[in-house]
Nanobody
Framework: QVQLVESGGGLVQPGGSLRLSCAAS????????MAWFRQGPGKERELVAA???????KSSDSVKGRFTISRDNAKNTVYLQMNSLKPEDTAVYFC?????????????WGQGTQVTVSS
C-alpha cells in the first residue's frame, strides 16, 4: 500500500516560520513529482509548489520568495519550508505524488496537516 503522511503543521504568529514534512512509503519515491497543495476555509484547493525528480520547480506567485520545496530521496521525504507566514496562508496543506512506473500512471494524496497563522 501507498502512504503519504504529512506533519509539521500548527499555530504560528504572522511573520513566523514552519517546516512541513511528507513521508512517503510504498512508492519509488525518486521517480515521482512531489507537490504541496493547500485549501483554505471556503476556498478551492490550489497548488503551492511542485518539485520533479529532475529538480525542476514551480510555485504559486503568492508564496514565491517565502516558501521553498525540497526533497530528500534517501529519506523518501518532501519538505515545505514556510517563512514570513501571513494570515492568508492559513489552510490545510496536502502532500501529492504523481509519477509513471512500469507503464502506469499514479497519483496519491496525503490526509493533510493544518496550518493556522494568527496573532
Amino acid at each position: 500500500q501507498v502512504q503519504l503522511v504529512e506533519s509539521g503543521g500548527g499555530l504560528v504568529q504572522p511573520g513566523g516560520s514552519l517546516r512541513l514534512s511528507c513521508a512517503a512509503s510504498g512508492i519509488i519515491f525518486r521517480v515521482y513529482t512531489m507537490a504541496w497543495f493547500r485549501q483554505g476555509p471556503g476556498k478551492e484547493r490550489e497548488l503551492v509548489a511542485a518539485l520533479t525528480s529532475d529538480g525542476d520547480t514551480k510555485s504559486s506567485d503568492s508564496v514565491k520568495g517565502r516558501f521553498t520545496i525540497s526533497r530528500d530521496n534517501a529519506k523518501n521525504t518532501v519538505y515545505l519550508q514556510m517563512n514570513s507566514l501571513k494570515p492568508e496562508d492559513t489552510a490545510v496543506y496536502f502532500c501529492n505524488a504523481k509519477g509513471a512506473v512500469g507503464g502506469y500512471d499514479f497519483e496519491y494524496w496525503g490526509q493533510g496537516t493544518q496550518v493556522t497563522v494568527s496573532s
